[in-house]
């Protein structure tokens, strides 16, 4: 026991780390920016532009593609890397204004977005080592490489029913309002939250309808044994392109996008870190 209670005195003085949290708090500003871009890369696939994926791999690397920006990936990853070991501490020790089943289910949500954190920083720092190949090309190759596995096509299935899930959590999210327990509402004027709560609302919704579409999209995979089909966002955002008034919900998915990009520059300030 004594070992547990020290373990976590740990990280609650690691929590409590005034840089730490300036370093997460500017990670939100780099992933911001992550979406923007993203945002961007979209509105190029609606208008059927050539351009780099539409996901963060091709953000990210669209970024380092300008001056100095190669420093600016690193910074973010610096940020990102940040904000995952914040997360990782809420989910040992975080959450303590929570009760019960709520705490769990908070903790998890925060490994889970620490896993998340790591991910993207990792493909910063493949992007900063020029590793250009494609991330789409992976997740199908990957997916062609499971579904030919014993019962690879169950678990790739799964994985669409996961993806899918949460795309539709992301939109459940954002439509009832649930992150704004996660703000300093209390700071802020009556002006500012109605906005970030517009913002919110309109960013978590449509990410989770690009994430909703990237899972059907790898269920389709298992079913038909179709592996192109699981290319991920990119994937999810062409496919959405090709369908009857496609490039016009795209704009709207990119409008939404590049919401959630300026609501985490309202969470760089108000969140509760």
Not at 126 to 142: C, E, F, I, P
């Amino acid at each position: 026991m004594s070992l547990t209670r020290d373990a976590q005195a740990a990280a609650t003085r690691t929590a409590d780390n005034g840089l730490l949290e300036t370093l997460a708090r500017a990670g939100f500003i780099g992933y911001g920016i992550v979406h923007l871009l993203f945002a961007w890369l979209a509105l190029q696939i609606a208008f059927d532009r050539p351009t780099e994926e539409g996901d963060q791999s091709g953000a990210l690397r669209t970024l380092a593609a300008q001056p100095l920006g190669k420093f600016l990936v690193v910074a973010i990853c610096v940020g990102l890397v940040a904000m995952a070991v914040w997360q990782a501490l809420e989910a040992a020790v975080g959450h303590r204004d929570e009760q019960g089943r709520q705490r769990l289910l908070e903790r998890i949500t925060s490994a889970g977005r620490a896993l998340v954190y790591l991910y993207f920083a990792w493909t910063g720092v493949k992007v900063v080592r020029n590793a250009a190949s494609s991330s789409a090309d992976k997740q199908q190759a990957l997916t062609e490489q499971v579904m030919s596995s014993t019962g690879g096509r169950w678990l790739v299935g799964l994985v669409g029913l996961g993806l899918a899930a949460l795309g539709a959590g992301l939109v459940y999210y954002g439509a009832v309002k649930r992150f704004e327990r996660h703000l300093k509402t209390e700071q802020m004027s009556a002006q500012v939250r109605k906005v970030s709560r517009r913002l919110g609302m309109a960013g978590y919704v449509a990410k989770g309808v690009a994430y909703g579409i990237a899972g059907l999209l790898v269920l389709v995979a298992a079913v038909r044994y179709d592996p192109e089909k699981a290319r991920g966002l990119d994937g999810a955002l062409h496919t959405l392109r090709e369908q009857p008034y496609g490039a016009v919900l795209l704009v709207l998915v990119a409008l939404g996008i590049a919401s959630f990009a300026t609501f985490c520059l309202v969470q760089s300030k108000y969140r509760k870190v």
